[in-house]
């Protein structure tokens, strides 16, 4: 799918239409970012997701005859739907001769007709769901509900029982996740470091967690220098040189002019080839699991570690 704006304008938020060069039928929509609901609407159009009309224009001609085109730039969110709409009512794109939309009405599917085997399987999933019938939810509870759905965040508590309830969902049934037994190359190896000291080298978030207490979130945003510590452990992805501290701090600032450089947190003076010769090979022996938690070696490695 072709794009007719620049990459600034992307980023934008607007109404945009797609159009195709074999018979001109359009698609109008709105976005919040022009580049993120382009990329979604490719995604969704080549595995098939879309609706079915687009998707068998694309099965047919292929995703390289669709262009993307921003029609509009709007600055108030709010208007977004009701100009999506003029739009909408103005190229008539939801005539199946004219356009690729399914509904009249912008932002909702009413008035659109489901298939017959998507209404069957709505049915078969609510009958016998009658865990509410004939209540009502009293006023305190909406208020709560209400305020419930207005925060940006889930606790932790919340977290768990959302976790608890989705385990044991079938969500590939029958088929093989298409990553069940590969390495993941998201992976990252995690440094930990405790009073300044480094202790211990995993691979991956999740390891982290378990072992030193949070959750992957947790892990990640002290990794990022979004928080400072998690249960007084200090984390930091692995990425041995000349510019990380053996306390960990990372001087981004460093240019290769400067040989030497003091370190704003622990104060330590060093000298950068020194200092890469140093982490490269600590993070390589706590890798092979040769320094132990105190800084010295196992029965594995013999001789002394320079920290």
């Known amino acids: 799918m072709k794009a007719l704006s620049s990459h600034i304008e992307m980023r934008r938020m607007g109404i ?3 159009w195709n060069t074999v018979n001109n039928k359009i698609y ?9 609901r382009k990329a979604q609407h490719t995604h969704d159009l080549l595995s098939g997701r879309h609706n079915k009309r687009f998707c068998n224009f694309v099965k047919k001609y292929g995703i390289a005859s ?8 709007i600055d108030d969110a709010k208007t977004l739907i009701n100009r999506e709409q003029e739009w909408i009512n103005k190229m008539q794109s939801f005539v199946s001769s004219k356009g690729f939309n399914v509904s009249k009405i912008a932002g909702s599917t009413y008035g659109v007709k489901m ?10 999933r609510m009958k016998g769901n009658n865990l509410f019938s004939g209540k009502k939810h009293s006023e305190e509870t909406k208020r709560l509900c209400s305020i419930a759905s207005q925060k940006k965040t889930w606790t932790a508590e919340s977290s768990k029982k959302l976790s608890l309830a989705k385990r ?36 991956g978030t999740k390891k982290v967690a378990e072992k030193y207490g949070g959750d992957h979130a947790q892990v990640v945003r002290v990794c990022n220098g979004i ?23 990372v001087n981004a600032r460093l240019t290769l002019s400067d040989r030497v450089w003091t370190c704003e947190t622990c104060g330590s003076v060093h000298d950068r080839d020194h200092l890469a010769a140093q982490n ?8 092979q699991n040769i320094i132990t938690a105190t800084g010295g070696t196992s029965g594995r490695a013999s001789g002394r570690v320079v920290h």
């Open 66 to 73: 669709l262009v993307f085109e921003i029609v509009e730039f």
């Open 16 to 18: 945009y239409k797609i």
């Open 280 to 287: 490269i090979l600590k993070f390589g022996l706590q890798k």
């Open 168 to 203: 044991g969902v079938p969500i590939w049934q029958d088929k093989k996740h298409p990553q069940l037994g590969n390495k993941s190359t998201r992976v990252k190896t995690i440094a930990v470091y405790k009073n300044g000291e480094l202790i211990d080298i995993l691979q």
């Open 28 to 36: 109008i929509g709105s976005a919040i970012c022009f580049y993120k």
């Open 227 to 249: 928080k400072q510590t998690s249960h007084g452990y200090v984390f930091r992805y692995v990425e041995p040189s000349s510019r990380m501290c053996t306390c960990g701090k």
């Open 115 to 124: 298939p017959e085997s998507h209404k069957k399987a709505c049915s078969k």
